[in-house]
């Protein structure tokens, strides 16, 4: 059986559209373990651009879980900045506020696990209202998804053909970097014997891109 100092849960969501949407990672495990040892490494070392905090309800009232934020977009302007650190750390905190609220993190456990949030707010956003409401949705689905741990690998078999983000949707048809049929290398076709070939009209399966020499 696992020891449970050493489960770690992780969840993503994404809520909303267009610059204000929220794409929330989540990584959730007792203190005592590794996500502990994550939790304070990533607190003491912060780079140019990416400072983590400890994410707050009000000032001097951390959330519980205690909630480290890590902004995965580069701090760009005061603007961005504010954004951040306020309607993004608000919606964090809130989120996860709700999530023991409904019982999805139990709140007698809330004293012995940490929380990393990896958040991204679009240096384009200027919404305040829907950054914050998206983040407090995105986090509370992203930590339903990791204690659930979602999605089955059922759902991400079915969805493998045609990956969507918001940014690119791949087109139909035969998934990139698959190979056509072949015998093991190093063996030769007996005399005689025609090249197999696809049904007639049917393309034949080619593992370089298109319009790749």
Known sequence: MQNEASRI?????FIGEGAEAAHVNTVLGHRDGPVGVAWATALATPRAGH??????V???LPVKPM????????????????????????????GV?????????SAADADELLLIAAVWVNPAARDAEL?????RTATREALRAGVAGAPAVADVLAAREFPVNPYYT??????????????????PAEPGTPAASAEPGTPIASSTPPGTR
Request: charged residues 10%; glycine residues 10%.
């Open 9 to 13: 849960l992780i969840g993503e969501s």
């Open 51 to 56: 400072t983590p905090f400890v994410a707050v």
């Open 58 to 60: 009000r000032p001097s």
């Open 67 to 94: 909630t480290l934020f890590v902004n995965k977009a580069s701090i760009a302007s005061d603007a961005h900045g504010v954004l951040t650190w306020g309607a993004a750390q608000a919606g964090v905190a809130g």
């Open 97 to 105: 506020a709700d999530a023991v609220a409904d019982s999805i993190i």
């Open 131 to 135: 950054v914050y409401r998206n983040n």
């Open 170 to 187: 791949a087109a139909p048809g035969t998934p990139p970097g698959t190979p056509a049929a072949s015998a093991e290398p190093g063996t």
